[in-house]
């Protein structure tokens, strides 16, 4: 035989073992591989928690942050019960605890080494926020500073949580764990040799929950305000884990750096932040107060496990996840050390260099690096890609047992066609099957169950994905001689270049999240290049091989985003309003992220015999799922871990109309918080006001003639509910005074009035037409702004007997000299007084079934004409 018939032998023996298909029991193999390889790395990494310090443990572990103290010291907390502002509980027995646990420190602090000032400040003030003019009286904080005598620095770090809470819940994740973390690390610092280059101020919030007052009332009138340069704010929207570094700066990237070198548990990723601040996430944080009035750059961190408890009372100690205290304080002690120690906090302005783009990988370590470097590190590996593919095809022109090149080259040309249309077509089922889902009443199936999720919505996106391009391989095995494996990667460099598209899409909107694309296209990238390497070096690609190895740290990445994403975003949506449509938001993002992985997998199972059969099986998943989520398995509520959020206040409403009457009525007014409310109106209310009702109230009355809390509650006002019903019984009497009218001139007058209630008051100015004001005693932004009337003004009181005076002054046209000018609406709130509550109020409490939670309080709505 010679060489060339060997040769020849050789290359058709290659031939036929590339062309040959595996079993079909290999594919179900193949995918269970893949998950034991999600199970075993993605989810024990994502609860993943360092060992619990314990006091008795301290000797041996000095400068370090001892969880089961900060354990302790939350069920203490949690022990007190609710917290809001104004209550005797926040104001008095919650300050108590922490004044007693800082003068604890204190005493106990090396004297030699510290200088400790501290104080309970009570601030006043008013600001602009979500289309709101909001004043306080009298709100709580608690602010300490630490400082070494030999370290004297005018320029300090701020540390900031809240330990104010929502209504009825006592307020353990949110925010009581992260008040204990901060005592916690002030007690460690405290004790330790180590420089502390700047004063730290550690300021324990106490009311955050009515709007972020406490926040506003430090950094626009605390004395140590101006000194601060820099911030680490600690919040909560769920009941502990681990926390999400979420947003940081703005611009201010050395920030990242020190939490990139120095935070032991890293968890952040730039998508958070963007998504946050594009409103994706129903809440907000003191961060933003810190930013806009304060100019102070920052961390914002928050802990996001089990959402469901977010502001309800099983928000308690029991819930919290344990590995929550030592996971964080180890965090929260180490950043507070580095960033106090930082020489950036003496000039901050010189270190404004633009965003950061931040991630990290399964918690193991974090990668941080500049926007513009973020930038051209897209740039190359695009452009790297784009280069690889083509050596990579120029390679299969040159095959001997190939078609012509030309004919290779237009076969590649072809697959890219497929392989879009297979995008193309699991986009479409993905988000069909969210559409029907939301259209037949099915929607949220996945909200207790995200287990759901898999058939609902991967299992389109796998069967779209794969079903084209297996049909295009069996069309054409006959028509040409490319080689199977060739076919395969044709696939998926044809899915490499449309993410290169995504990638510098992103890339030109200014997205920072581009990195999301990159981190794939790099690992496909690395692949294609090896592959080369290995054809040049050793006559063979090693195709299977170097490319599964290199699509495991690209599939633990985005399945581990996956799976943060669903166990934060999903608990979101159960109060995200009831005009969202959650399983469209969810399908979007699943489909987003699962096209950076999927497709590079997927193809794979082109090389087991039935490929289509077994491609199929994941269309038949999704309609088994379809019908589960109609069966009690598929209800998504369930009772204590999982509920239906309604707000429900038992409302007096009294209206003084312009001919001198009066119209008085009382009821329960209902305001789902979720989109699926249709069953428990259905099945639970009985007598409820027809839907003219409120379309009357609307047409009359500022905001509908509605007690709202919240802007946001307008925007849902279509859903509310009204059922006529008993008078309730209020802790205190409203009674608005008018004190002085004057006419300033012919067109100008100006009205002044107190009121005298209860500690949150929320008013309606509604002018006629052909009125406007000109200047009133609140936050003067919605003016100045040119914003549209009626307007909303919120006002809190915390422990304060005197009324609230505030003034008007209007304009008006000549001829219009004896008014009516406007109305105005006076709705008070009464949040935290359960004891007032009748027994017609509890009855229809006792209605709603065990799998819905009601956050009700009693609440007044009264209108006059001036």
Request: net charge negative; hydrophobic share 45%.
């Amino acid at each position: 035989m010679t060489f060339a018939s060997f040769d020849l032998a050789s290359d058709q023996k290659a031939y036929r073992k590339e062309h040959k298909k595996w079993p079909w029991y290999g594919a179900p193999n193949f995918c269970a591989i893949w998950f034991a390889i999600f199970y075993a790395a993605v989810i024990p990494s994502f609860f993943s928690y360092p060992k619990m310090l314990y006091v008795r443990d301290e000797a041996n572990h000095p400068d370090e942050f001892i969880g089961e103290r900060a354990m302790h010291l939350l069920a203490e907390y949690s022990a007190i019960g609710n917290k809001m502002v104004g209550s005797e509980n926040n104001e008095v027995h919650t300050v108590n605890f922490i004044k007693r646990e800082v003068e604890k420190i204190v005493e106990q602090s090396r004297s030699d080494l510290y200088d400790f000032e501290w104080e309970v400040q009570y601030a006043s003030g008013a600001f602009y926020l979500w289309n709101v003019a909001t004043s306080y009286a009298n709100v709580s904080n608690i602010v300490v500073r630490i400082s070494r005598k030999d370290s004297p620095n005018d320029n300090y770090l701020l540390v900031n949580s809240h330990y104010d809470s929502e209504v009825k819940t006592p307020g353990a994740g949110d925010d009581g764990v992260m008040a204990v973390i901060m005592l916690e690390t002030l007690r460690v610092i405290s004790l330790s040799d180590r420089p502390l280059d700047h004063p730290v101020v550690f300021l324990f919030n106490g009311a955050e929950e009515a709007n972020m007052l406490g926040s506003h009332g430090f950094i626009t009138t605390h004395r140590w305000a101006k000194n601060c340069k820099a911030l680490i704010n600690l919040d909560s929207t769920g009941a502990g884990g681990r926390e999400v570094l979420f947003q940081t700066g703005p611009n201010h990237p050395w920030l990242m750096n020190y939490y990139q070198k120095h935070a032991p548990h890293p968890f952040s990723v730039t998508l958070a932040e963007e998504l946050f601040q594009n409103n994706f996430i129903p809440s907000d944080t003191d961060f933003r107060i810190f930013r806009d009035f304060g100019n102070v750059p920052g961390l914002d961190m928050a802990h996001a496990l089990n959402g469901y408890v977010y502001h309800t009372k099983f928000d308690n100690f029991k819930n919290l996840a344990p590995g929550t205290y030592q996971s964080t304080g180890e965090n929260v002690l180490a950043l507070t050390w580095a960033l106090a120690n930082a020489p950036e906090l003496d000039d901050t302005a010189a270190h404004e260099e633009g965003h950061a783009v931040f991630f990290d990988y399964l918690g193991w370590f974090m990668v941080v690096y500049t926007e513009a470097a973020s930038i051209a590190i897209n740039t190359v590996v695009s452009v790297v890609a784009l280069i690889a593919i083509c050596i990579s095809i120029y390679f299969m022109t040159k095959q001997n047992d190939s078609d012509a090149p030309k004919a290779i080259v237009l076969r590649f040309c072809v697959i890219f066609l497929v392989q879009l249309g297979a995008v193309i077509i699991a986009w479409g089922l993905t988000l069909i099957v969210a559409v029907f889902m939301h259209a037949v009443g099915l929607s949220e199936s996945w909200y207790y169950g995200i287990w759901m999720t898999f058939g609902l919505y991967f299992c389109p996106f796998f069967f779209g994905l794969g079903l084209l391009p297996a049909f295009y391989i069996q069309w054409t095995k006959h028509k040409t001689n490319m080689k199977l494996n060739d076919t395969i990667a044709c696939f998926m460099h044809a899915h490499c270049i449309l993410i290169v598209l995504v990638c510098v899409i992103l890339m030109c909107m200014g997205v920072r999240s581009a990195f999301f694309p990159m981190f794939g296209l790099f690992f496909y990238t690395i692949s294609v290049l090896l592959q080369l390497i290995f054809k040049l070096i050793f006559k063979k690609r090693f195709f299977m091989s170097v490319h599964l190895l290199c699509q495991l740290a690209p599939f633990l990445f985005y399945t581990f985003l996956n799976y943060e994403f669903l166990l934060v975003f999903v608990p979101m949506q159960g109060r995200d309003g009831p005009d969202s449509k959650p399983d469209m938001l969810l399908a979007l993002f699943i489909a987003l992220m699962t096209m950076h992985f999927a497709a590079f997998i997927i193809p794979i199972l082109f090389k087991f015999r039935k490929s289509k059969i077994f491609i199929s099986m994941f269309g038949l998943i999704t309609i088994i799922f379809i019908i589960l989520a109609a069966t009690p398995a598929g209800f998504p509520f369930k009772a204590d871990v999982a509920t239906q959020r309604y707000y429900v206040l038992h409302t007096e409403r009294v209206l003084h109309n312009e001919d001198s009457t009066t119209t008085r009525e009382s009821g329960f007014y209902i305001q789902p918080v979720d989109t699926r409310y249709s069953e428990l109106y259905d099945t639970t209310l009985k007598d409820v006001e027809p839907e003219s009702w409120l379309t009357n109230n609307c047409a009359s009355e500022p905001y509908c003639g509605l007690p709202l809390y919240s802007g946001r509650w307008l925007d849902w006002k279509d859903s509310a509910r009204w059922i006529h019903n008993t008078a309730p019984v209020f802790p205190v009497t409203t009674e608005l005074t008018e004190i002085s009218r004057q006419s300033i001139n012919a067109t100008r007058k100006r009205y002044e009035y107190n009121i005298i209630t209860g500690d949150r008051i929320v008013i309606f100015i509604d002018p006629k037409p052909n009125v406007r004001i000109t200047n009133w005693s609140v936050d003067d932004t919605v003016l100045l702004d040119g914003r549209s009337p009626p307007y909303f003004i919120y006002h809190v009181f915390s422990m304060v007997t005197t009324p609230f005076n505030f003034w008007l002054e209007f304009e008006h046209d000549a001829e219009n000299t004896d008014g009516p000018y406007f109305k105005m609406s006076v709705s008070v709130h009464f949040l935290y007084h359960p004891e007032y509550y009748t027994s017609d109020f509890k009855d229809f409490l006792d209605t709603f079934p065990d799998w819905s939670y009601t956050t009700d309080w009693l609440a007044s709505y009264e209108s006059w004409v001036f």
